[in-house]
Each structure stands twice: as C-alpha cells, then as structure tokens.
C-alpha cells in the first residue's frame, strides 16, 4: 500500500532530471529532492528516534520544509508542522504536548532547548545533518496506516489539538485532489499559501506524485507572486481569499504575463463573489476552485469547480460537490440522515478521515463517531449535491484561513481584572472573511477600560489574528439560555442579518 | 472506507437527472441507476445469500450486467463475470470452481441448471426480480477488504485461476484511472470492450464515480461505434488494438463527425506503430493513450500517454510509466531489483495487488510474494521510468487482447490420438498481436494428419480464441533442455526475429 515514500520514489523514476522545487535562487532535480528528502529521515535516526517518534519544523514556505514533511514520515517518523504566526507560548504548548523530540527551525534555537531534545538550525546544520546520514533510501518498515503528522489546530490550551495524519490519510487525500484538479507533470506550482497550513501542503504530494514542479514562496506578497507566475509559467495555485483577492488587484493594477495560469483554488474562508468576479477579470485563462475542508479531514471534503461561471448564479453561495472518494452528509443530531434542503451538520467519512486527536481520547470520540466524522460545520444540500454552509456547531471563527476557537479568546479576556464577562465570536469582514469580535460587560468600578486597553492585554498571550479586532462593551448582562449558557448566537445575529452567505 | 457503493451513491447525489447509462433505446439516469443497482443486490439476498457469496453474470455489453457488476459487490456479494466466448465446459468449470449460486444470463438457462441453484434471464425475470427488492440501500455491512469479485483468467484446466479482486483493489484501480485519463463529469464513454474483459469494465466506476456517461455497444462493430460516436458525442473510448485499428480504418474509408472525442485507450497487447499512426489521422483531437496491466492488479500498471506524438521515437515501443499509487520495479529471480536497462521480471506493490487466487493457495503463493505480485513479464525501465516489456516468464499468449495458457492447448492436442510431441506459442500477427500457433510431430502412422483436423479437433473442445490458427508438422523431435523440457524459445525464435518489439 501507500505511504509518504511512494510518490517520492515515483518522481525519482519517472522524472530524475525534471525540476522539483524552486526556491530562490535554488533548484532542486528530483534526483535531488529524493536523495534530500532520503537523507533527512535516515540522518533523524542517528539521535536513537525510534519509528514513530516526533519531528517538528517552524519555518516559511522553504525547500527544507518540503524535505522535512516528505522526508520525516518516509522514514518512519512523525512531521509536526508549526504555525509561524504562533506565540512562544503556543509553539511551547505543540511541542510539549505532542512530545517532540527534535526541532527544525531557522528561528534563535535558545528558547526551545527547555522543550525538545535537539534543535536543528535550517542552515549549516540542516547541510550537515543531511550529509551524515548513512543510508539513502525511503519507506522502509513504513505502513500505511501509520501516523504521518501530527497538525496542531487552536491555541495555548484545552482547545489547540494534534490532529493524527496517518500516511493513508494523506496519501488518499493527495489522490482526490489530483483526480479532481488533473495534475498534469507539466504543471508548475506557485506555493503561496504557507506550508504549516493544509492549503500549502495540500499540493506537495499530488505535485511529486505526477512529477510537477513546486515553487516556493518564502511568505506572501501579491507583486513577488505574479513576478514568479511570469517568470516560472506557472499553471496553478493555491491560497486563501485575503491572498486570491491581493493577487487579483495587484495583476489588474500592474499586469504581469500570468496567461500560463489554468488553475486558483482558494479555501479556508468564504470569498465575496465580487473578489470571483475580478480575479476572473485579472485571470481570464485560469479556472477558479473553492475547496472546503478541515485539517481533520487531510483536509479535501467538496470542490467547487468553474467557480467563474457561478457568479451570478446561486451555486456562488456554495461550497461545492462532495469529492469521489469522500462520504459528505448531513445529519441531525440523532444521526439521521438531512434530506436535501434541510440543514444538519456536515459528516464525513472516507480514508481521509483523521486517526483522532493526539492524546485526547474524550474529544476524539466526540468527532469521530459512527457514522464518521463530525465536522461542526452545519449546512444543507441541493438537488444536484451542492454543499451550503450557514453555520458553525463548534464555536469557531475563521479569519484570514486561520481557526480561532472562541472559548481560547474568552479565557483570555477573563484574566483581565476588568472584565466580568465575555463573549468572541466572528463579524463579516471583507479582507478576512469573519473578524474576531469581542463583548465584554466590565466590573463594577472598571467602567471606563477602553476596547486598545483589552487589545493589548490579548497580543501579548495569543498569537495576532486571535485577537479581537473590535470590542463591544455592554453595560447589561450577557444574554443566558436557561442553564446558564451564554447565547451567542444572539449577539452575533445583527452582524450578519444583511449578509446573502454562509461561511464556509 | 470506500467500497463499491461510494461511486453510485455519489452519483445520485450529485448528478440523480444526469443520463448514467444508454444501451440501445434504453436511457437511464443516475436516480435509476443507483435503484436498480440497489434492487440487484438487495432481491438476491431473497435466494438465502450468505455475505460473500457468488453471482455470476454471462451477457454482452447491456446495462444488466452494469447493474450487476455495481450491485451485486454494494449489496456484499461477489461478482463473478463470464467470458462470452468461453465453451459450455469452460463456463461450467469457472461456475464450479467459484462456487457461484446464482447466474445471471441472456442465454438458455437449461445446461446451467446442474451448476447452479438458480439461473436468472436478463428478461422478464430479471425485472420482476428488481421489482421483488424490499430495500433500496447500498454498502450496508460491506468493507474494503471484502471480496468484490471473482475474474476468471486462463480456461478449462488447472490452468484457469478465479482472481479475487476485493472493493479496495478495484475502487484504487479506478483511481488511478480518473487521475490519469483526467476524468470528467462531462465525459461520455462508449463501451466497445467487452464488460467480462477488464478493458470493459475499467470504465465503470470512474464513469459513476465522476457522474460521466456510459454508452453500450452489445457487441464490437466499427460502424457502429462511430455511430455511436457521432450521435451522443463521445469523449473517450477504450479497446484492444484489434478494435481500435478497425474503428481508425471505418474512420477514414467513411468519415463520421468524431471530433468530441478525446481519448482513445488501448491495450491488452502490442499495437503496431503503423495502427497508431492511422488512428492519429483518423481521430487528430484524439489523445492515445496505452495501457499495461494484468487482471491480478485491477488491472492498470502503467499508461503511456501522447501515444500520437511518440511515432517516429524509440517510446512508441515502451508501455509507458506506473501510475502514480503504483509501485512497479523490474527484478532479477533472486528478488534484487535490476537497474535501469537490465532486464527484470516485472514485480508490482499497491492497494490494486489481487487478494489471490481462488482456492489456490499454491499458485498464490507463487504470485505473490514479499516484494509484491511477480507478473511473469519480463522487462526493463529507461531512465524515466517508461517500461519496455521483452518477454513473457509465464507462458501465455495474447491474441486479440484473450491471455491463452500455452499448457491449456498442448493438453487438448496430446489427447489427439495422432498427436506424439507438441508445442504452443504466440507468433506475431498484424491483427492479433499475437496468433496462436501449434507444432506437432505426429506418431508413426499417422503422417498424413492435417492442419485442418488439428483445428477443428481443438475447436470442439476450447474456446474460439484458443484454437490454434496454424499448424506446422516436424518430422523430428522437439528440441528438448537437459531436463527433457521442451525449448519454446529455439522453436519460437525464427517468426520473431523481424519484429521490433517486444510483447505488451
């Protein structure tokens, strides 16, 4: 069966010569990128890691991170990619929770020498590492239903999960989206969105397996992105809207020759059907896709194919068609199954289907259940399979293609001395999708805090997009359901009552 | 997991008013689809099937055996498919050997009666038995790793072996397939392999799957199928090199409007460069595209794609690279694997491997050993991972796309009193690929034996393809090894030493 070596060693037969990766001024053969990708994972080895133990990296979009995520599970060991917008705090908290023994990183090792054994500079070390290794192979004593990665979704506390990859997991997600986007081995692929998240390393896999080529993009910049498009003919890419829209704007201010461009996916958040409509304009060669997934997930679920020619149709509001392969439903919450029309929470099943949450027996069987997975998502189908999302069971808010978990930003606000109760939750926001929103009812005597006040308190324990962007102050008390349940939803209707779409 | 039931439910989830189906006159969508496909399944179980029980099917291309190919496996049954050319002692051989309990056919039920409980006409019966259903569902109790069907490879003897192929193989058979032809929704494919035939039945779950189009043709015909072809614009089509050497020559002696096809698939074995050439100039929007494989894998191995633009290259003689989830390696009898250009048997690791052979554990064991399934042919990759087959291990010959056992047919002759010594082999033929070919020393006596009795000698006993097309008589005897083993290979050689080309 399949595993993280398969489309590695594939590439290697099929394409030795071709070029891989780009990243700067560096280019990588697949004979090169194999024998890279071989030699991190045997070199990791030399530290007395045993199958199964976690490698974590934190670093921009870099060819040592594509390496790190192919060359880690190949050897039998565990990736754990970390988000570089994170706090101190919150990459401490993944690294111990998930027991991470090594750590690649082109960041100061010092503040990591308490969490993890090792830590390997992304420089000199990382060159030597690889040049020490002994063996130059992948995948042996690898199986498929072994964990691959280890994906940290949420935050410092109860709410930020490992979600358990296995290589099957990835390796069938990887097969849905070549089939569904027909990767070609021409294909050249500009990597914008970053690699910790699935939106950039969705493309890894399906890019080696048919022999493509991958560009890197250290961190996002709309000018630098469409310089790359010209200069590499780059036929696809990938991001979420904020990036999708920035690109647009910036080829229909300053046209680059982008004509070679026959795909943009775009997910994580919903787009506005005017930011479709100009990136259509901007790009008239390239199909437009909405992806809608979770990191639970691996992540694909449904596609929105020809996204462009949906404009001014209802099926804009859509997030799609389940993909061959995946078993999308919605249920009730007794589990049966939501006729088309009526709204139940999205369930998925399918060997993309996460192992579970890392450690966290009691949530992972709340998520994953009989029928499959529970996504959270509520939403409804139409009569040709169309997915419409309109609403969030879990408390969640997604800014900007991050997941914020409400409850992380409202134990925050409660440590404020000021503040007696609080409730976040997200606001429609045209540059991030949904905003973070604070409402905060202040302490008798602390009446006069200002909302920069409670900003600051915020940035300086959660990482930026987590902190609210706005705060309320109320003077009553927040709206109870009769068990005492703050009703959220309550606060948070008159901010979307004029919006035509769901979120996705 | 995914089992057959995934790609008929997705279909009628995402596409129930889509026509799935066209045979004849008769139009079905994938509303129907899916309910006939689940009534298949569901009244068998009436008969007092066990889960994992088998269900033979013996017709031409008809939307009978679509129903029965996709139900009987959904509903947790075992699809056994019969070879339409195969001889009443060859049916009942495999009918048998499987164990089958029902068989479903549009033939005379009476010499079936003593093989099996129940025979089903495709008539009257079959529809009253839809009609008897009681549920309409799909894939309840059915797993991956169950038995989905039984393919009957080789003939009457020891020789004939029933391939178990479990949901998992085939569902990763079809994707592979979608990936690498680019499957699309608005795709509509003619059938003219026959569906008993992997070449036929390749196309079904990606065609469901995608919610694409299947048209039937009962039984292969040029002028129909480019008939076909013009009326409901067909976008792919898939044969044996017989049938698309036939269709490029109808083509061009009275051209139809052909443009919206596509692709044009074919193997099973070698295509003349000249056929692909003239299929070029009768299809030019037409993408050729060969395929190697082996009912023990699903049966794709590797495609060799933009066959039309590798005439006048050394490529046109390879078979082309794995498919991306295919692990192919060439290596030599003491399991190494033989570097680029040396040759090796072909040896092939994936989730499309067959689970055995039924009842075989001997031959099984030969197949499939540690480093995957020995296909018994022998060849060797360039330095971009295109395979070029030399030879043959296994002693088989390929006319017209049927696989014939040698040994099958020297035992029919040896039971010719007249017969003292005799030797089968392939030798090339312009329409066959391979023709089958006879040599025989007669008894003393028994010299003035003909071709003519030889032929219709076999005739009365083994299937048409079979029979040998000619017979070449010696007066000496066989070239024979130190072990008395007859050499093939010396009587073989002579008729092969003009052809450029291995065997596919």
Redesign the interface.
């Known amino acids: 069966?399949?595993t993280f070596a398969?489309?590695i060693?594939?590439a290697r037969?099929?394409?030795?010569?071709k070029v891989a990766l780009i990243d700067g001024a560096k280019t990588f053969t697949y004979r090169e990128l194999f024998e890279r990708c071989a030699r991190v994972g045997n070199s990791l080895a030399r530290f007395g890691l045993e199958p199964g133990d976690r490698v974590a990296i934190l670093a921009p979009n870099c060819h040592h991170f594509v390496e790190t995520y192919i060359g880690v599970p190949a050897a039998g060991f565990v990736v754990v990619p970390l988000n570089v917008r994170h706090t101190q705090p919150e990459l401490e908290y993944a690294l111990r929770d998930s027991g991470t023994r090594i750590l690649l990183t082109d960041r100061d090792p010092a503040p990591f020498r308490d969490c993890v054994e090792h830590v390997i500079g992304l420089g000199a070390d990382y060159e030597s590492l690889l040049a020490s290794a002994m063996r130059i192979t992948v995948g042996e004593g690898v199986f498929e239903n072994d964990l691959a990665g280890l994906f940290y979704t949420g935050g410092t506390t109860g709410a930020a999960k490992g979600v358990m990859l296995s290589h099957r997991n990835l390796i069938a997600n990887a097969?849905?989206w070549?089939?569904a986007v027909?990767?070609?081995p021409d294909d050249r692929w500009l990597i914008i969105a970053p690699l910790f998240h699935a939106a950039g390393s969705l493309q890894i896999l399906p890019s080696v397996?048919?022999g493509a080529t991958q560009v890197m993009l250290r961190s996002f910049d709309p000018a630098a992105a469409l310089d790359l498009i010209e200069k590499h003919h780059i036929t696809g890419t990938l991001g979420v809207p904020t990036m999708i829209a920035a690109l647009a704007e910036e080829q229909l201010a300053r046209p680059r020759r982008a004509g070679s461009l026959r795909l943009i996916g775009h997910g994580g958040s919903p787009i506005a059907s005017e930011v479709v409509r100009r990136t259509h304009a901007a790009f008239p060669n390239a199909e437009l896709v909405e992806v809608y997934g979770a990191t639970e997930l691996s992540p694909l679920v449904t596609v929105l194919s020809g996204e462009q020619h949906l404009v001014d149709t209802p099926r804009i509001q859509s997030c799609g068609?389940?993909l061959?392969?995946v078993?999308v439903r919605t249920r009730s919450e007794d589990g049966r199954e939501t006729p088309g029309g009526e709204v139940g929470e999205v369930v998925v099943?399918?060997?993309n289907v996460m192992q579970g949450y890392w450690n966290k027996p009691e949530q992972t069987a709340a998520a994953l259940r009989a029928d499959g997975y529970w996504s959270g998502d509520l939403g409804y189908?139409d009569?040709?399979?169309y997915l419409f999302l309109v609403d969030r069971s879990k408390d969640m808010i997604v800014t900007g293609g991050e997941n914020v978990y409400s409850t992380e930003v409202e134990e925050v606000l409660y440590q404020h001395s000021a503040v007696l109760e609080a409730a976040v939750f997200g606001i429609p926001d045209d540059t991030w999708g949904e905003a973070v929103h604070a409402v905060v009812v202040a302490r008798e005597g602390h009446e006069a805090i200002d909302p920069q006040t409670i900003i600051e308190f915020c940035r300086e324990r959660i990482a930026d997009y987590k902190v609210p962007k706005s705060v309320d102050f109320r003077s009553e008390p927040l709206p109870k359901s009769g068990p005492g349940k703050v009703l959220k939803r309550d606060l948070r209707a008159p901010f979307w009552k004029d919006q035509d779409r769901g979120v996705h």
Chains 1, 2 share one sequence.
Request: no cysteine.
């Open positions: 069966m399949n398969d489309p060693r594939r037969q099929v394409a030795p010569s097969s849905h070549m089939a027909h990767q070609r397996w048919t068609q389940p061959p392969g078993d099943k399918g060997p189908f009569e040709e399979g």
